[in-house]
């Protein structure tokens, strides 16, 4: 048989399982945007290289499978890479596909050129530059394959416009990717580990994004149970246990609860399984459970002493070591351990103020939750609205938390929602964000809108970059630089500029009534509520300080 690049690469996509690619097209990739149109592939029109990436991360979170995004040379490519690096820090399986210009320009400056190859090496699972049509039909089967193996992530091809406009001739398509199978614990190991947790009177379960990733969310929580284990999440954890389990004790760290940071700096043994000990966790390392042993599940080696040297290191895929460790867990009441878990969490809970109102921040999130219960999808910008949605909404399942936690990258949320919404079109997909990280990636309203999609976005507006400002006031004299806006846009008018529906809260004597009517209502929509610049979210652990040195409130000083 025989075909072009640019059709050999349409063609292993579709092999693949992939039904739906996000992307723009430009000069240097027209040859393979023909070809998708000879395919059977959905093609989403995203309305920056950025949110191109960000749609296919928004893919492959909530379906767990590599997913593809599109970009030209140059410009294209280069408005990429920050989708990459924080799919590579979150550890999301994409496969991005790049043109490039012509194999006998690379090298002289021509237009659009750029070396997304070697600017790409840093922020990438793996990468390739293809020399020839026939490296196609090894090299994309390849990248499937790394991004959804071991620990995931993106992997990037860049293609010469050249290569994808060479006809070659085969004998046959190559088999579609299978990961590589999961790397397992030693004997030895499980039975180390299980003698640490049967010994331990006060253990604690540390989950991370990686038991997601994974698909072990039944296991840890089949682990908790038997053991009596209490289990804290990081950012990326959450889901993995149900907010409402008896043993879940929610998120620790920066924006963590005192009771579940002092639990954390309390136990004698901390089982950290998919996680990698963050600095936003952490706090101040040297005072990060000081009296714990340390029991590390990752399936990325180099993460296991990279932060924090454990005791028992296992380099293993979570779902793996959990299902040899299970049979050998012995079951304990740690009745004393538990009484006292229950005692901090009551002494030092999480507060959310004017939690009945729905307009107010954390109102808006809890009516959300008790409205759309189990059958949401939630995403989230970054700043103070994204660790308020951390705090109060009670996730109980896998892969219906999506939010950028390593890069925290604003802009993240809405075409990561319309991500989700293309995969999941029977669940409402809600995107919680602020003004100042909306207006990142504001052109997707556009293509949430051509599609028709499912997405509610809820702006918590507070006319100010609201997390920087908050640490200016709280930890700078109350200098605000660059962090209040002078502008005002006006979001409702906006998003109607856009074709879409939107809903103001600050117009209405029933705010609850207008939301459950802004959710329930089909297709995409806007919901906007002020929220004062002044309303902070707490508890916060101030840079460079101990999880237990945590701010509840404005200091003193800090308020005269």
């Known amino acids: 048989m025989k075909a072009t690049g640019a059709e050999i690469?349409?063609?292993?996509i579709e092999r693949e399982g992939v039904n739906c690619i996000s992307g723009i097209p430009g000069g240097a990739n027209l040859p393979l945007y023909d070809a998708l149109a000879r395919s059977s592939l959905r093609h989403i029109l995203a309305r920056h290289e950025q949110g191109a990436g960000f749609i296919a991360q928004g893919m492959a979170r909530v379906t767990g499978r590599p997913q593809v995004c599109i970009a030209t040379s140059g410009p294209g490519a280069t408005n990429l890479l920050t989708a990459i690096a924080d799919a590579r820090l979150d550890s999301v399986p994409i496969v991005c596909i790049t043109g490039q210009v012509p194999q006998a320009l690379i090298g002289t400056d021509a237009f659009q050129e750029v070396d997304i190859y070697g600017m790409s090496i840093p922020v990438t699972k793996h990468n390739f530059l293809v020399r020839s049509a026939a490296e196609l039909l090894e090299v994309v089967p390849e990248a499937f394959r790394i991004a959804a193996?071991?620990?995931?992530?993106?992997?990037?091809?860049?293609?010469?416009?050249?290569?994808?406009?060479?006809?070659?001739?085969?004998?046959?398509?190559?088999?579609?990717?299978?990961?590589?199978?999961?790397?397992?614990?030693?004997?030895?190991?499980?039975?180390?580990?299980?003698?640490?947790?049967?010994r331990a009177e006060r253990p604690l379960l540390y989950i991370g994004g990686g038991v997601i990733a994974a698909g072990a969310a039944n296991h840890i929580r089949q682990l908790a149970e038997r053991g009596a284990i209490p289990a804290t999440m990081t950012l990326m954890g959450l889901g993995a246990m149900p907010a409402d389990h008896e043993l879940s004790i929610g998120m620790l760290g920066m924006h963590g609860a005192r009771g579940t940071n002092t639990v954390v700096n309390e136990c004698d043994l901390l089982i950290a399984i998919g996680a990698r000990f963050d600095d936003r966790v952490t706090g101040r390392l040297a005072e990060f459970c000081p009296g714990a042993s340390v029991l590390h599940i990752d399936t990325d080696a180099s993460e296991i002493g990279k932060i924090r040297n454990p005791q028992l290191g296992i380099a293993s895929?979570?779902?793996v070591a959990l299902e040899e460790l299970l049979p050998l867990i012995e079951s304990r009441p740690r009745q004393a351990w538990r009484d006292r878990v229950q005692e901090l969490l009551r002494d030092f809970p999480l507060r959310f103020p004017e939690a009945e109102t729905p307009s107010s921040a954390y109102g808006m999130i809890l009516h959300t939750a008790r409205l759309l219960g189990d059958d949401a999808i939630i995403t989230t910008d970054v700043g103070q609205h994204q660790m308020r949605v951390a705090q109060a909404y009670p996730f109980r399942q896998p892969r219906t938390w999506l939010t950028s936690g390593g890069l925290g990258t604003m802009g993240f949320g809405l075409p990561a929602a319309i991500g989700a919404a293309l995969v999941a079109p029977e669940k409402t997909v809600v995107c919680f964000s602020g003004d100042g990280s909306l207006l990142m990636n504001v052109?997707?309203?556009?293509?949430?809108?051509?599609?028709?999609?499912?997405?509610?976005?809820?702006?918590?507006?507070?006319?100010?970059?609201?997390?920087?400002?908050?640490?200016?006031?709280?930890?700078?004299?109350?200098?605000?630089?660059?962090s209040k806006f002078q502008g005002a846009p006006d979001f409702v008018r906006m998003a109607e500029a856009f074709g879409m529906k939107a809903y103001d809260l600050d117009l209405t004597d029933d705010p609850g009534a207008l939301l459950d009517e802004a959710l329930r209502a089909k297709g995409p929509a806007l919901i906007h509520a002020s929220i004062p610049v002044e309303e902070k979210v707490f508890p916060m652990v101030p840079p460079g300080a101990a999880n237990h040195q945590s701010l509840e409130a404005m200091p003193m000083a800090a308020q005269i």
């Open 9 to 12: 690469i349409a063609r292993l």
């Open 149 to 198: 193996s071991g620990r995931p992530g993106p992997v990037l091809i860049d293609v010469p416009k050249d290569v994808q406009m060479q006809s070659v001739e085969f004998d046959e398509w190559p088999e579609p990717s299978r990961p590589d199978e999961p790397m397992c614990p030693s004997a030895g190991d499980i039975r180390r580990a299980a003698e640490m947790i049967n």
């Open 317 to 319: 895929d979570a779902r």
């Open 443 to 482: 052109q997707e309203l556009c293509t949430a809108v051509e599609n028709d999609l499912n997405v509610k976005i809820i702006l918590q507006n507070n006319n100010a970059l609201g997390l920087v400002h908050q640490q200016q006031d709280l930890f700078y004299g109350s200098r605000f630089s660059a």
